[in-house]
């Protein structure tokens, strides 16, 4: 069992930066591939990022690549979400998810945090 826990929201005015923090309890966070996604009220669950566990290699969305980088930290059981240039459609609840694979497909995810909101102001 992996539980996660976001970090980092909050109000921002366009062409700032955050930087979202994904705190993983447990002693195996460096056994799973970590993703973050992001969700509008109203709509499906979109896929951001993801980063594997093995290599750290990442996989960025086509809409905030080149704006936002993943990392993880295996030694704090954190993966991060760098965000820059932020836009006003970047606003969303975003939520990390532990996975046995990396993917940016939310169902092959098995753990997810709660949430953090991230509101970009024009």
């Known amino acids: 069992q992996v539980q996660l826990v976001e970090s980092g929201g909050g109000l921002v005015q366009a062409g700032g930066s955050l930087r979202l923090s994904c705190a993983a309890s447990?002693?195996?966070?460096?056994?799973?591939?970590m993703g973050w996604f992001r969700q509008v009220p109203g709509k499906e669950r979109e896929f951001v990022a993801a980063?594997?566990?093995?290599?750290?290699?990442?996989y960025i969305a086509n809409s905030v690549k080149g704006r936002f980088t993943i990392s993880r930290d295996n030694a704090k059981h954190t993966v991060y979400l760098q965000m820059n240039s932020l836009k006003p459609e970047d606003t969303a609840d975003y939520y990390c998810?532990?996975?046995?694979?990396?993917?940016?497909?939310?169902?092959?995810?098995?753990?997810w945090g709660q949430g953090t909101q991230v509101t970009v102001s024009s």
């Open positions: 447990g002693r195996t966070f460096s056994s799973y591939a």
């Open positions: 998810a532990a996975g046995f694979m990396s993917s940016s497909v939310a169902d092959d995810y098995r753990y």
């Open positions: 980063i594997r566990r093995s290599d750290d290699s990442a």
